[in-house]
Structures are given as structure tokens and as C-alpha cells.
């Protein structure tokens, strides 16, 4: 049996998830490039800001968009691997991780000290926080 998957690099594509789930097995989203686009910046400059609170709007509109199925979606990227980021991604809802395998203990060990409803109230408030400065106390992020 084959799966059909899409990967998607762009904020309009992203945006477009409930009709792309309707289409194929699985997501996977190149947050890295992603990221570039949200934020009109090159994708290995210093403006790459793990910390913009857009890039959380953006992954909870489209986890809001793809509902129960935001299981089948794929977080590829540095993303994940920035400090104090994967409770806030559990508590949107993303279960599924590509990292490098030297990172797979942090993760496990993170997994395993969230709680997905702190975690949950934890991605509301950096959804509405108003910049990086803020996202990074809510965090714990100097």
C-alpha cells in the first residue's frame, strides 16, 4: 500500500490544508521555509525569529483548519529543536516530529514532561502574546 503525501513550504499553501488533507494521506510542513516566507526574510539569516508569535497563529490556523486529522500533519525544520518550542507545538495539537536522531532524546525526555493541558494553555497565550519579547517569558527563554 502507498500513502500520497504533500509538503508544504509556503504560509498560502499552509493556509490551504483542509482542502490538501481532503487530497492526501499526510502533510508534512517545511517550517524552516515557511518561516522565511511569514516573516519575508532569507531562510538562514538572523531574522529567522523562532520567537514571532505569527509563526504560532499561522501553525494554530492550520491545525484549527485540519482538526482531528492534525495528527497526519508533519513538522519538519529547525523549529522543533529551538528551546522552550515543542510543549508549544504539542499544545497545538502537532504529534509528529521529523528531527535529526541525535535530537530524539531531548524530544522523548520533553514529550515526556508536558502536560499536554498546560501545554495547551501555554499555546493560547503565545498565540495572542504581541511580540518575541513576550513569547520568550512565556517560555522561559532569556
Known amino acids: 500500500m502507498f500513502s500520497i503525501g504533500a509538503m508544504l513550504e509556503t504560509v498560502n499553501a499552509a493556509k490551504q490544508i483542509d ?3 481532503k487530497e492526501s ?8 521555509d515557511i518561516i522565511a516566507n511569514l516573516l519575508d526574510c532569507p531562510r538562514d539569516s ?3 525569529n523562532a520567537y ?5 497563529q499561522l501553525l494554530q490556523q492550520v491545525a484549527q483548519q485540519a482538526g482531528a486529522r492534525t495528527r497526519e500533519i508533519q513538522l519538519n525544520g529547525q523549529l522543533v529543536r529551538m528551546p522552550g518550542v515543542l510543549p508549544v507545538l504539542i499544545g497545538l495539537g502537532y504529534r509528529i516530529f521529523s ?5 530524539i532524546p531531548y524530544l522523548a525526555e520533553t514529550i515526556k514532561q508536558t502536560d499536554t493541558t498546560m501545554a495547551k494553555q501555554l499555546a493560547q497565550q503565545i498565540c495572542q502574546a ?3 519579547k513576550a513569547v520568550k517569558k512565556l517560555i522561559s527563554v532569556a
Open 99 to 103: 528531527v535529526d536522531p541525535l535530537l
Open 19 to 21: 482542502s490538501l488533507l
Open 25 to 32: 494521506d499526510f502533510i508534512a510542513l517545511g517550517t524552516n
Open 52 to 56: 514571532e508569535p505569527a509563526i504560532y
Open 130 to 132: 504581541n511580540d518575541d
Open 46 to 48: 538572523e531574522q529567522m
